[in-house]
């Protein structure tokens, strides 16, 4: 199995920026794709950004693209997620999930490990 434990997140004004980390461990070899989701208070978790490990692909909400960036170090095992221009409704709890089968995909269930999450709020 793999673990994963998100850093970074915190309270910004409207307009700022962060860089959210998703750290590694354990088997991470076998899974195929590793992505951001969030989930603000009574809403569902809905899909962020994910990178796709077999060809380095990057997939992005169409209203997140060109303010967010996923990106990998191979070396520390790990991902980022820069969020720029940060607006209000991003305030959420930010996750990271891996899926050991099958390319990234925007449904929380096809993912199989993930982390405790890390709050981010967005406020004057």
């Known amino acids: 199995q793999v673990q994963l434990v998100e850093s970074g997140g915190g309270l910004v004004q409207p307009g700022g920026s962060l860089r959210l980390s998703c750290a590694a461990s354990?088997?991470?070899?076998?899974?195929?794709?590793i992505g951001w989701f969030r989930q603000a208070p009574g809403k569902e978790r809905e899909g962020v950004s994910c990178?796709?490990?077999?060809?380095?692909?990057?997939y992005y909400v169409d209203s997140m693209k060109g303010r967010f960036t996923i990106s990998r170090d191979d070396a520390k095992n790990t991902v980022y997620l820069q969020m720029n221009s940060l607006k209000p409704e991003d305030t959420a709890v930010y996750y990271c999930?891996?899926?050991?089968?099958?390319?990234?995909?925007?449904?929380?269930?096809?993912?199989?490990?993930w982390g405790q999450g890390t709050q981010v709020t967005v406020s004057s």
């Open positions: 354990g088997f991470t070899f076998n899974y195929e794709a």
């Open positions: 999930a891996t899926a050991t089968l099958g390319s990234c995909s925007s449904h929380p269930r096809a993912y199989d490990y």
């Open positions: 990178f796709s490990i077999n060809d380095g692909s990057r």
